[in-house]
């Protein structure tokens, strides 16, 4: 029997939805939301109300893109959590009513565990065991993949996440939101090693960004009241310096980690994979260690529902449906033990 679902990705900003057959993605839909530009940062009522303009169009589209009809689906997929309260409301409550009008179930998708798994979109796909670095606005773990629903998180961020600090610095450094693509933008055109910003090294595998949020704060500080144009001077040197710093701090835990576990199967998933020098260091690490690296293609980075249903479809696979208390869960978790 052939198997179709519909995924429904609501977490953040992103409103998403994606057809998955036997598999295979056959479309992959995302509506944006600008309206948060002018406010620097996410406004959670705002995502909230803008997912439920956008839902029915996106759905929409999927259907008709993927060539189905509402008789079709075995199941509806949608992200409970982590993320926005009212954002995964908006999601989980579509799936819901959708699925109970068709008789059909409706399945839990955890958001860090389909950023994992969107790894297995596409050739080539991880063997296990493998170790996924998962980095994003929201979070930043060093997670041990077991197999498509055993994972255990060994190592996360105490305080700020990656993702967090670079769209932090973009705003200190008057770039619009959202400002991490912008850093990897300018840090490709400046030099990594023009300033040193100083890293606090946390125990086991965990990580702290919060102390080079600051370091940065007062660095810029400093400089400017000295030279009120030092920003727009050497804009391209402190985004590459910023950038090499916080990659280096995330590649030093999982460098740790995978001559600890012997394992060398690596792969990176979430927002912060699209930048250009994590890519880079972890293709480095490829050719001078011998690390089978796996980096999502770029659609399957940011929120997206392809990586849903591609978590949901092994879900469904396995039996693994949720009831209909299903609710949101804002901080779930992927489970394991730190």
């Known amino acids: 029997m052939s198997v179709t679902l519909l ?29 948060h530009e002018k406010y620097g940062g996410i406004v959670p009522e705002l995502a909230s109300r803008a997912h439920q ?12 893109q993927a060539n189905i009809q509402k008789k079709d689906l075995n199941a509806v997929a949608c992200t409970t959590g982590p993320g926005l309260l009212g954002a995964l409301l908006v999601g989980v409550s579509f799936s819901k009513a959708l699925a109970s009008s068709l008789g059909i179930p409706v399945i839990k998708v955890n958001h860090m565990k389909a950023h994992i798994l969107a790894h297995f979109i ?5 063997a296990f065991p493998f ?12 997670v041990l993949v077991k197999s498509h629903l055993e994972m255990d998180v060994i190592g996360e961020t105490q305080d700020d996440a990656v993702g967090e600090a670079f769209d932090k610095t973009a705003k200190l450094l008057g770039l619009p939101y959202p400002g991490g693509p912008l850093i990897d933008k300018y840090a490709q055109l400046g030099n990594p090693n023009a300033f040193l910003f100083p890293t606090v090294d946390m125990p086991g595998y965990n990580y702290s960004f919060s102390g080079i949020k600051t370091a940065i704060l007062y660095f810029l500080k400093k400089n400017t009241t000295i030279d009120p144009d030092f920003i727009e001077k050497n804009l391209n040197d402190i985004c590459a310096s910023v950038q090499f710093a916080l990659v ?22 979430g927002g912060v994979s699209a930048n250009s020098g994590l890519r880079k260091t972890m293709e480095c690490m490829r050719e001078e260690k011998g690390w089978e690296v796996f980096i999502p293609d770029f659609q399957y980075c940011t929120d997206n529902a392809g990586m849903i249903a591609m978590a949901a479809y092994y879900q469904f696979i396995n039996n693994d449906f949720a009831g209909w208390d299903l609710s949101p869960e804002p901080r779930l978790r992927i489970g394991g033990i730190v």
């Open 122 to 126: 596409d050739e080539p796909r991880p």
């Open 248 to 269: 280096d701090i995330l590649m030093r835990k999982l460098k740790r980690a995978v001559r600890e576990t012997g394992i060398t199967r690596v792969a990176i998933a």
């Open 131 to 142: 170790i996924c670095m998962t980095v994003s606005g929201g979070h930043t773990q060093l």
């Open 53 to 64: 303009q956008h839902i029915i169009p996106v759905v929409s589209q999927a259907f008709l």
């Open 7 to 35: 995924a429904i990705e609501s977490s953040c900003d992103e409103t998403a939805a994606a057809v998955i057959q036997d598999g295979n993605i056959l479309c992959n839909i995302v509506a944006s939301q600008s309206i």
